[in-house]
């Protein structure tokens, strides 16, 4: 009797452990959010959301105010449609942009909100229009790739410039004067 008594407290400790492990898991990995408070959705269209996945925060002055719900394709603007939900207890002018932003440099991305001027504020069902797209590793680096190329490629078999030409004859200077 007191065998079985003791292996039902184990098991339903065990039991509340891994529940409990499985929660923080999920908090971890921003798949679970508990969030009962009323929100408000706003769309935003991207020309390029980079690695932006759903349940990504949206954040203003660093403070999460909202998350992305879902995103998809508009075929007509050839543009990414992002769905946000937004709390309703934070209230942002209609003339507010939108970029995507990265926690660090290798980091997850989310939405950054920058608030405008304008009196009235965003309501259910608005569109904002003023947004920032990703700025994609990849773009940056090859950007800066083609031109170092472009530039090599053009400095060569052509006159120096005038300011290498500058350059060139103070240091003729300096060492006739030596």
Sequence with gaps: MQRSKNDLWVGLFVLIGGVAILFLALKSANLL???????????????????????????????????????TFDDKAYQASVNLAMDSRYAF????????????????????????????????????????SAVVL???????LYSKAADSSSGSGTAPSKESAAKESAAKESAAKK
Excluded: C, H, M
């Design 33 to 71: 959010t508990l969030n009962f408070d009323t929100s408000y959705r706003v769309t935003a269209k991207f020309d390029n959301i980079g690695g932006l996945k759903p349940r990504a925060a949206v954040k203003s002055a660093g403070v999460v105010v909202g998350r992305v719900e879902n995103i």
């Design 93 to 132: 002018p209609k003339d507010s942009s939108l970029k995507i932003l990265t926690s660090g440099l290798l980091g997850e991305q989310y939405i950054g909100v920058e608030p405008g001027g304008d009196e009235k504020n965003l309501a259910a069902g608005d569109v904002v229009k003023q947004t920032q």
């Design 138 to 144: 990849e773009n940056l680096i090859s950007q800066f």
